[in-house]
């Protein structure tokens, strides 16, 4: 999995941790103003906690979202979720995903993948690999169009998407991609998660997409 994947496990017991535990993430970035705004992300919860636990999504230190041990059946597999934070649309704000563990017995784990902020169509990537300097695809999830962009990238690139088997959906090398736009039609694509390389000289680069149509 690439750097935008997070895995949260609670504590291993009171020789391991002092109760509660929390595990968190944060980031200030700029949310863009728009009618319409969501902190997007997808969950997969295999290990629901003891009553007490939750992962909260906050902005600025204020509650916009949680998810329970309750709530764990909706998430069995990786599922997409989205907060409304129209009220924090524009200006510079510090987003913060925490997991509180309050049990040495019942262990919770909660799986977080592809944060993003969905603004009008616009989608700003969270908590991102910085080993992929600028390369951007979207939307994720992706519908019936896939969009890469290169940004810092410079030279000739190899772009080879994957489903997770292995198996190659599509292959194509690109000339000169600094400030480009590669677009690949995903309609053809079943639902379900795909890995997409980038080969720019001697540097590898994966992004995770979801299709779903």
Not at 59 to 72: A, F, Q, Y
Not at 78 to 85: A, K
Not at 95 to 118: A, C, G, K, P
Not at 119 to 131: I, K, M, P
Request: contains cysteine; negative net charge; glycine residues 10%.
């Amino acid at each position: 999995m690439n750097g935008d994947f997070f895995l949260w496990y609670g504590g291993a017991g009171p020789a391991l941790c002092t109760l509660p535990e929390e595990g968190s993430v944060e980031q200030t970035c700029t949310v863009p103003a728009g009618a319409d705004v969501t902190l997007s992300m997808w969950v997969k919860y295999p290990a629901p906690g003891a009553n007490g636990d939750y992962l909260r999504v906050l902005v600025d230190g204020n509650v916009v979202g949680e998810i329970l041990p309750s709530d764990s059946s909706l998430y069995v597999e990786y599922t997409g979720v989205g907060f409304d934070i129209n009220a924090y649309a524009g200006g510079s704000h510090t987003i913060r995903i925490e997991n509180m563990q309050t049990s040495s017995t019942i262990i919770q784990s909660i799986l977080v993948d592809q944060v993003e902020i969905l603004a009008d169509g616009a989608s700003v990537g969270l908590f991102d690999n910085e080993s992929a300097p600028g390369i951007q695809v979207f939307p994720n999830p992706a519908n019936d169009n896939l969009t890469l962009t290169f940004n810092a990238l410079s030279g000739a690139a190899a772009v080879t998407i994957t489903d997770l088997s292995g198996k190659i959906v599509s292959a194509e090398t690109l000339g000169e991609v600094s400030q480009r736009t590669f677009n690949f039609d995903a309609s053809n694509l079943e639902n379900g998660v795909y890995m997409v390389t980038i080969q720019n000289g001697g540097d590898v680069y994966t992004q995770r997409v979801v299709v779903s149509h």
